[in-house]
Nanobody
Framework: QVQLVESGGGLVQAGGSLRLSCAAS????????MGWFRQAPGKERELVAA????????YYADTVKGRFIISRDNAKNTVYLQMNSLKVEDTAVYYC???????????WGQGTQVTVSS
């Protein structure tokens, strides 16, 4: 089992950048596939970026492709989401999630709010 804690959210103007971090407990972090999800008010939760355990394969939603970068440091048990050229529509609570099966994420953090102002 792994516990996840996100940080790095906040208020930023459109066009700005933020880097989210997700710190994981446990010595088997390197075995987990990781994903970043977001949920805006009144909308369904969506997967925005994902990384396999080896970081060889990554996924990005079309809405963030070219602007967001997922990375991980297995030595620090941390996964990051670098968010550039932020838009008002990126405003949401961002969650990191983990799982040992790609595409299946049973472990979740508590979320961190990202607000992009115009």
């Amino acid at each position: 089992q792994v516990q996840l804690v996100e940080s790095g959210g906040g208020l930023v103007q459109a066009g700005g950048s933020l880097r989210l971090s997700c710190a994981a407990s446990g010595r088997t972090f390197r075995s987990y596939h990781m994903g970043w999800f977001r949920q805006a008010p009144g909308k369904e939760r969506e997967l925005v970026a994902a990384s396999t355990w080896s970081a060889v394969t990554t996924y990005y939603a079309d809405t963030v492709k070219g602007r967001f970068i997922i990375s991980r440091d297995n030595a620090k048990n941390t996964v990051y989401l670098q968010m550039n050229s932020l838009k008002v529509e990126d405003t949401a609570v961002y969650y990191c999630a983990a799982g040992v099966v790609a595409g299946n994420y049973p472990y979740w953090g508590q979320g961190t709010q990202v607000t992009v102002s115009s």
